[in-house]
């Protein structure tokens, strides 16, 4: 059994020394070290990490750092390298770095892509035809959670890289709102289905299948017709044949490729048919990039391990509950909801990897949103609200879609947030601003929320695959440092199996009389409604 996270003695010589760094302001901190930006940042190739907005000093991360050592995150970063079960409530290895390790991937990885190229080839170039001999120009991913978020996410943030005459739409939802509301705008005749899911079993998935196969069915009326429009990304084989999807329509992974981190697996289908396979595959260089980096370069310079150090010093430390993520380009709005799932289905845990409960917070509530957007919603709350919130910043040197004069503004804008949300406004401040009196209560910021800035020089494929690979390392590290196990999720089961024992209540085909009175209550109302 290993120790105890908080009876480490580095848990321990940080939960003393939190108390001389807590009601520091980084204003002062900032004042107190003119060089605190070239201490407290970090550089790999054109990526920038600036943590300098940190409420942290130079023993603080020297205490986390050893802190990583006594969790042994190398043992468990050289042991997941191995293959080792280190999932060990599925026995699962953890291997989707394999996924991306070019000329290194394994045999069956390799052959999986080179399916995915050809694929892509006869899409791309017409050649693949639907039932009426019409060429396919609409692609719908059907899959949910890990089979949708990360595709959808990295086809939205690619979009300066689409392809022409392809249009790729993501459908998730069991509300038929979501698969009525695509299909309204496309024809049965020049429309392929990717059914993406790792189990071939989740509910909401093979409800939006089924409904898609009638859809075709019906404009084709010939069971033949499903060979041409539907293919599956999946680990299931039995239940894709079972589907009618034939095996040489299935896109093939294993059970060693966690849902959240499966974009990288043939469940990246849709993004490589959104952005063409080359594209695709700058997207795997660039997370093989970052892979190389977390696994080589040294703690005072990894820039995952940071990432996460800092993630715990504000959960465990500071009690930062609330951690928002604000890319400040539109192209990557749909990162927050990826990075909710790898997040926190990762490390939203109570039960540490020996079976224990654990007393010490894990992963903190993520959510964000695209700048400048944000700031005319929520931001009021970060600046004024009182609750300590950490965030990570992240900014784009060149935009991806450029108009003369949006861009500086863009990043003035982001620059000017994660400032006065560090920095703040006193009294006197307003008040030589020329604030009349009787605002000053109103115009004062207390600033001190603490934030990290990420900056990319564009976003590419090459970019977003490093971007997305320093989350996901940053997941792993705090797994290790929090003694989880990130790759299972029992959590979303119970749900799953109410659920289904309600489904039938709801439809009048069994009796609700032993579920709880509230449930009871919504049942009827919802009886009635249907009358
Ligand atoms: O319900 C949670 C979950 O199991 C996720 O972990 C997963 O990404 C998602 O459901 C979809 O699963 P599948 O790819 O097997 O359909």
């Given at each position: 059994m290993?120790?105890?996270?908080?009876?480490?003695?580095?848990?321990?010589?940080?939960?003393?020394?939190?108390?001389?760094?807590?009601?520091?302001?980084?204003?002062?901190?900032?004042?107190?070290?003119?060089?605190?930006?070239?201490?407290?940042?970090?550089?790999?190739?054109?990526?920038?990490?600036?943590?300098?907005?940190?409420?942290?000093?130079?023993?603080?991360?020297?205490?986390?750092?050893?802190?990583?050592?006594?969790?042994?995150?190398?043992?468990?970063?050289?042991?997941?390298?191995?293959?080792?079960?280190?999932?060990?409530?599925?026995?699962?290895?953890?291997?989707?770095?394999?996924?991306?390790?070019?000329?290194?991937?394994?045999?069956?990885?390799?052959?999986?892509?080179?399916?995915?190229?050809?694929?892509?080839?006869?899409?791309?170039?017409?050649?693949?035809?639907?039932?009426?001999?019409?060429?396919?120009?609409?692609?719908?991913?059907?899959?949910?959670?890990?089979?949708?978020?990360?595709?959808?996410?990295?086809?939205?943030?690619?979009?300066?890289?689409?392809?022409?005459?392809?249009?790729?739409?993501?459908?998730?939802?069991?509300?038929?709102?979501?698969?009525?509301?695509?299909?309204?705008?496309?024809?049965?005749?020049?429309?392929?289905?990717?059914?993406?899911?790792?189990?071939?079993?989740?509910?909401?998935?093979?409800?939006?299948?089924?409904?898609?196969?009638?859809?075709?069915?019906?404009?084709?009326?010939?069971?033949?017709?499903?060979?041409?429009?539907?293919?599956?990304?999946?680990?299931?084989?039995?239940?894709?044949?079972?589907?009618?999807?034939?095996?040489?329509?299935?896109?093939?992974?294993?059970?060693?490729?966690?849902?959240?981190?499966?974009?990288?697996?043939?469940?990246?289908?849709?993004?490589?048919?959104?952005?063409?396979?080359?594209?695709?595959?700058?997207?795997?260089?660039?997370?093989?990039?970052?892979?190389?980096?977390?696994?080589?370069?040294p703690a005072d310079g990894n820039l995952p391990l940071t990432m996460a150090l800092i993630a715990l010093w504000n959960t465990n430390f500071l009690d930062a509950h609330s951690h928002g993520v604000f890319p400040y380009s539109h192209s990557l709005a749909l990162l927050p909801s990826h990075l909710q799932q790898l997040e926190m289905e990762s490390n939203g845990k109570r039960a540490n990897r020996d079976g224990l409960a654990v007393d010490y917070p894990t992963n903190p509530i993520l959510w964000g949103e695209a700048g400048t957007n944000g700031q005319h919603s929520f931001f009021q709350l970060l600046h004024q609200g009182g609750a300590l919130v950490a965030s990570d910043f992240i900014a784009v040197g060149r935009s991806d879609f450029p108009l003369p004069g949006h861009h500086s503004g863009l990043l003035a804008n982001c620059l000017a947030q994660s400032s006065a949300l560090a920095f703040g406004q006193t009294t006197e401040e307003a008040r030589a601003a020329g604030i009349a009196e009787h605002l000053l209560p109103f115009r004062r910021f207390p600033g001190n929320q603490p934030s990290t800035t990420l900056m990319l020089p564009e976003l590419t494929p090459f970019t977003l695959g490093q971007l997305i690979a320093l989350y996901e390392h940053k997941v792993f590290c705090l797994g290790v440092l929090w003694n989880l196990n990130s790759f299972d999720q029992w959590g979303v089961e119970l749900g799953k199996q109410l659920a289904g024992r309600l489904a039938p209540c709801i439809r009048n085909e069994a009796a609700s009389d032993t579920l709880d009175a509230s449930t009871r209550g919504l049942i009827d109302y919802l009886r009635q409604q249907r009358i």
């Open positions: 290993s120790m105890q996270v908080p009876l480490r003695p580095a848990w321990l010589a940080l939960a003393k020394h939190v108390r001389s760094v807590r009601h520091r302001h980084l204003r002062d901190l900032f004042a107190a070290d003119p060089e605190r930006f070239d201490q407290f940042s970090l550089r790999h190739g054109p990526l920038l990490l600036d943590y300098s907005k940190q409420r942290l000093v130079a023993e603080t991360l020297n205490l986390l750092r050893q802190l990583a050592e006594q969790a042994g995150w190398r043992t468990w970063m050289e042991r997941m390298r191995a293959g080792e079960a280190i999932n060990h409530t599925e026995d699962r290895a953890v291997r989707h770095v394999d996924l991306r390790a070019g000329p290194a991937a394994p045999p069956e990885v390799k052959a999986v892509l080179e399916r995915i190229r050809l694929f892509c080839d006869q899409i791309h170039d017409g050649r693949w035809r639907g039932f009426s001999g019409e060429r396919i120009t609409d692609v719908v991913n059907i899959g949910i959670g890990g089979s949708d978020l990360g595709p959808r996410m990295a086809v939205h943030a690619l979009a300066a890289f689409e392809q022409p005459d392809i249009r790729v739409h993501f459908v998730a939802n069991l509300d038929s709102a979501d698969l009525a509301s695509t299909l309204g705008r496309l024809n049965p005749r020049s429309t392929l289905f990717i059914v993406a899911s790792k189990t071939f079993t989740t509910l909401e998935t093979m409800a939006n299948a089924h409904t898609a196969r009638r859809w075709v069915l019906a404009a084709a009326n010939d069971e033949r017709a499903i060979a041409r429009h539907f293919v599956a990304a999946s680990t299931n084989l039995a239940a894709t044949a079972e589907f009618g999807i034939a095996p040489e329509n299935v896109f093939e992974f294993w059970d060693w490729v966690g849902g959240r981190f499966s974009l990288w697996s043939a469940i990246g289908l849709p993004i490589a048919l959104a952005v063409g396979f080359r594209h695709f595959e700058q997207l795997l260089a660039g997370a093989h990039d970052i892979d190389e980096h977390f696994f080589n370069a």
